[in-house]
């Protein structure tokens, strides 16, 4: 066994690292030539690139409903922050600077998060993946740039009710382990996000229409066994549209998932394990 790293001695040793790296991150942004993006706008933009809806509470073995129900508070809270956010072109989103603070001053609860390695634990406005997820998605189906991206390694959960391909969201972890896109385009684009019926729902707009539309597909999905362990595999691709005639312009690779199983190996279907 290697040497504890310091954030891992005690919780004393945890804080101060976290205090660490939110310094060293303001520190950076203050030196940045990069222009973080402020602006609300009640009124939308007239163009819808993406729509997406996902479920906010889901029944996960062995989680307290307590931390979903809390999730759902804390999903509200940043959504608010969120809605409406304007990007010009140059600009940086940054889901930090957006969101804010959240402290329990702030209204936020303890919620579910995923610890290092994997483990799941509850934290002060735990379940904000949920909503960089969602804006992370949108992103994926424009020709915005992502500029940081912090990938989801493990499969936590089997995959229940999923709407898209696995692999595509990211972890956010106030503020040093950050969300952001940059707007490379001509026009502004417009980030909105709410709760509806249940559900965390989310629109990309911008002030023009785009050339080309996106498609996102997982193709080769199995599980293969490795030693005594399960990994899921396959690979995440973006087809580029031409609206204009519906022809295929690229297919790009944007993930290749081999990803540890952390649930119960026997909710595996039997079918998709591989031994190549």
Not at 60 to 84: F, P, S
Request: aromatic share 8%; with cysteine.
């Amino acid at each position: 066994m290697g040497r504890k790293l310091f954030c891992d001695i005690n919780p004393t040793c945890y804080k101060i690292s976290v205090a660490k790296e939110t310094a060293l991150r303001n520190i950076k942004d203050f030196l940045s030539a990069e222009k973080i993006a402020k602006e609300k706008k009640a009124e939308l933009l007239p163009n819808i690139v993406k729509s997406h809806s996902s479920i906010l509470i889901r029944h996960l073995e062995g989680v307290d409903m307590r931390l979903q129900q809390n999730k759902v508070t804390n999903i509200r809270l940043a959504a608010e922050k969120i809605n409406g956010s304007i990007i010009k072109p140059g600009e940086i989103f940054s889901f930090w600077h957006t969101v804010g603070k959240t402290t329990e001053k702030e209204g936020y609860k303890e919620g579910l998060v995923i610890h290092r390695g994997g483990k799941l634990g509850a934290d002060i406005a735990g379940g904000l993946c949920q909503m960089a997820n969602m804006v992370h998605w949108l992103v994926l189906n424009s020709p915005l740039t992502v500029t940081e991206l912090h990938h989801h390694s493990d499969a936590l959960f089997p995959d229940d009710r999923r709407r898209v391909p696995f692999g595509t969201g990211t972890s956010v972890v106030n503020n040093y382990v950050d969300y952001r896109f940059k707007n490379n385009t001509d026009f502004a684009v417009q980030i909105c996000a709410w709760i509806e019926d249940g559900e965390l729902c989310g629109e990309l707009r911008s002030e023009r229409p785009f050339p080309c539309r996106y498609r996102l597909i997982e193709e080769n999905h199995h599980y293969r066994k490795e030693g005594e362990r399960y990994y899921r595999i396959s690979q995440v691709y973006r087809l580029v549209i031409e609206k204009e005639s519906g022809a295929q312009i690229r297919k790009e690779l944007i993930l290749d998932n081999h990803s540890l199983v952390m649930y119960d190996h026997g909710l595996i279907p039997p079918e998709q394990i591989r031994d190549d």
